[in-house]
């Protein structure tokens, strides 16, 4: 205990921020579930001024306990790494047509997801996620509030969003989601005539790219009838951070670095909604042949 205190403390004092974080980054299995850090702050409150990792619980059983549960998790990884891509057989892959990525039928679906909305930034959007009628369906509802908090900072409010939480091998490494084989996302949803946005979070390789968000309107026509939609990757644009799509780098180019896939909801209208989620899975759809959908330009 005294050595990992005076290892942290070391960090802290002359290695700055990243010898602090190469340092907890090694003794997280020994670490318990406390929250070791926040990147956000609520427009108008104090930075915290207490160090992060003071708020720890070192504890050596769960420590073990946690090594032992990543060598079991390894385990299955390498076997199916061994039998093959996604732990199928090659023929399987290939052939394959259809996968179901997302069903909704019983609590453990949703605890998969996370919700969130504007309150986090000091809005008044509520948003909630609950099993259908049934359990046969994920219904997403709230309401949304575009009334911007008077914090000084923020300048639009007004959007919830669902989102799947990242998958996560073992000893905490990243998990990508690879959807090379297929070429269009396949939903089955029913909404209330509200548009949303299917957004793709990505994590490529280079630093500048990091933040590129993937989206694609989804126009739901509402009544009680169920609607069957297929989006093909071809129809992704980018998003994020004031970029336009790349002629050079297409967004289905690098579709084995999907991280989480999400839906949000922000058309600036004030008032109730609800969108119910039957299953979201993948197509191989051979008659679109389409490699991008929107005009691309020379480079001048």
Not at 55 to 82: C, P, V
Not at 84 to 105: A, D, K
Not at 135 to 144: H, S
Not at 195 to 222: A, E
Request: with cysteine.
């Amino acid at each position: 205990m005294a050595l990992t205190v005076m290892l942290l403390n070391g960090a802290s004092f002359h290695g700055g921020c990243c010898r602090h974080k190469v340092l907890l980054s090694l003794l997280g299995p020994f670490l318990s579930d406390s929250k070791l850090y926040s990147s956000y702050r609520r427009p108008g409150t104090e930075p915290e001024k207490k160090l992060s990792w003071q708020n720890a619980d070192f504890s050596f059983k769960k420590g073990i306990d946690h090594l032992k549960t990543q060598l079991s998790l390894l385990k299955k990884e390498t076997q199916d790494y061994l039998l093959g891509p996604g732990g199928h057989p090659l023929s399987q892959h290939v052939f394959e047509q259809t996968r179901v990525l997302w069903q909704f039928r019983s609590q453990e679906d949703l605890n998969k997801w996370v919700i969130s909305s504007d309150v986090e930034i000091g809005g008044k959007s509520k948003v909630y996620l609950k099993l259908g009628r049934n359990n046969q369906a994920a219904l997403l509802y709230g309401t949304l509030n575009t009334e911007v908090p008077r914090d000084g900072e923020t300048k639009y409010s007004g959007y919830c969003s669902m989102k799947s939480r990242p998958a996560v091998g073992s000893f905490n490494r990243k998990k990508y989601y690879d959807w090379s084989n297929f070429n269009s996302l396949y939903l089955r949803v029913r909404g209330d005539g509200r548009p949303w946005m299917v957004n793709i979070y990505t994590d490529p390789y280079f630093s500048h790219q990091k933040d590129d968000l993937y989206s694609y309107f989804m126009f739901t026509r509402g009544g009680p009838y169920w609607e069957e939609i297929k989006i093909p990757f071809s129809k992704f644009f980018l998003s994020s951070r004031g970029r336009v799509q790349d002629n050079q780098h297409p967004v289905w180019l690098d579709k084995a670095s999907f991280l989480t896939l999400g839906f949000t909801i922000g058309d600036k209208i004030d008032g109730p909604f609800q969108l119910e989620i039957d299953f979201i899975g993948l197509l191989k759809d051979r008659a679109h042949t389409e490699e991008f959908a929107y005009e691309m330009y020379d480079k001048n």
